[in-house]
């Protein structure tokens, strides 16, 4: 293995790791072989009574029957996650139903997106477009209502904006550019992921940190950052989708499969069925092998016509060769990977070594680097004069 070779597959080996911390840290943690120190005994063991003949024979009986019923767990458990599997394969292929069913994604917001993106947009051209969408009117109130974006710190003197068309004035369209791309990220992201802890603000967050440090990059090099925020903050729909699917139809099918087995009689299989949860690895692995191609394939639906990112993010989705990428996709891999980095770095998921490797596959430049480290990556930094 030569060493681009080598730089390629760690960089892979990266991004699925983060996706196993999205899961979880204690599962990430299991899938790179991590021991708990509090979990070793290092103490001199107990002594332990000899068991008696009759006791040895009734303890390799039981030691069967549960090797024999975890097997059989085991194979309902495949059979689930088969059919599960099938059901999502055929949903890929209906971009429609997952884009309006399962992300509901409003026409009004690539409409507005497309608007943001040309020189001859106002405010008076995406406010009908806004105060049709109840919940981005909501979220643009609470924003412009935020203490700091009040010109009086006195809360009881404070006046409060309460009409969207007029906080959109006051916002103004460069911060739109910023606004709408991460109210819908968060509008999309799944309301309820249960049962794995923290997995909605993980992708908020990781999202947001790639479309600010794609639009730094792209505004470093003196480009126009929109088109590489949009791109980064939308990078992982796709996930967001697979999620929704996967918990979804995860609920349907075992209640089905459940009440099936129930209504013929068949005991051990709806006694098995009660023990299968969410499998973390199963959702893991979808993620890694089809988010991307399934982001691709809504942000094509968007129909996107004044700010083309799809082709992009086509490149992204095949895993094309990093010099073989257009500039765009090059830089939201750059912002991708560093998002990415934050997030390992952050549950001390990453050695020196890896992070090396990850920034020189992805050939960042020294000036890069330093002026990544000192981007916030969770904040919008806007500035608003009312």
Request: charged content about 25%; aromatic content about 8%.
């Amino acid at each position: 293995m030569n060493k681009a070779t080598k730089q390629k597959w760690q960089a892979e080996m990266l991004i699925g790791r983060f996706h196993d911390l999205l899961l979880g840290q204690q599962f990430a943690q299991q899938q790179i072989g991590y021991i708990h120190t509090l979990d070793v005994n290092y103490g001199e063991p107990l002594p332990v009574r000899k068991l008696l003949e009759v006791e040895q024979v009734a303890a390799k009986a039981r030691e069967k029957q549960d090797s024999r019923n975890h097997q059989f767990i085991a194979d309902v458990n495949a059979d689930l996650h088969q059919k599960i599997e099938d059901e999502i394969d055929k949903c890929m292929d209906n971009v429609e139903y997952i884009y309006k069913e399962i992300i509901q994604i409003q026409d009004n917001i690539p409409a507005t997106l497309d608007i943001l993106a040309v020189k001859s947009a106002s405010v008076g051209r995406i406010d009908p477009l806004i105060t049709d969408l109840h919940w981005l009117g909501e979220e643009i109130l609470k924003f412009i209502n935020l203490p700091q974006y009040r010109p009086e710190k006195d809360p009881a003197k404070a006046v409060r904006v309460d009409n969207p068309s007029l906080a959109l004035r006051y916002i103004g369209l460069e911060n739109l550019k910023l606004i709408v791309p991460t109210f819908s990220l968060k509008h999309w992201t799944p309301h309820s992921t249960a049962p794995f802890q923290m997995l909605k603000r993980k992708l908020w967050e990781t999202g947001m940190a790639a479309g600010i440090a794609s639009r730094s990059l792209a505004e470093e090099k003196g480009e126009d950052g929109y088109k590489p925020f949009v791109l980064g903050m939308f990078h992982g729909l796709g996930n967001m989708a697979l999620i929704r699917l996967y918990l979804r139809l995860f609920d349907a099918l075992w209640e089905k499969n459940s009440r099936e087995a129930r209504e013929n009689g068949n005991k051990d299989r709806h006694t098995a069925l009660s023990e299968i949860k969410p499998e973390a690895l199963f959702l893991r692995n979808l993620m890694v092998e089809k988010g991307a191609r399934l982001s691709c394939k809504l942000i094509e639906h968007m129909s996107l016509k004044y700010l083309p990112i799809a082709q992009a993010m086509h490149d992204i989705a095949e895993n094309k060769p990093f010099d073989e990428c257009l500039p765009l996709a090059q830089t939201v891999l750059k912002g991708r990977a560093y998002s990415y980095y934050k997030f390992l770095q952050k549950h001390t998921l990453i050695e020196p070594d890896e992070a090396k490797a990850l920034f020189t596959h992805y050939q960042f430049s020294g000036k890069e680097l330093k002026l990544l480290a000192s981007t916030s990556l969770q904040n919008l930094q806007l500035r608003i004069e009312r």
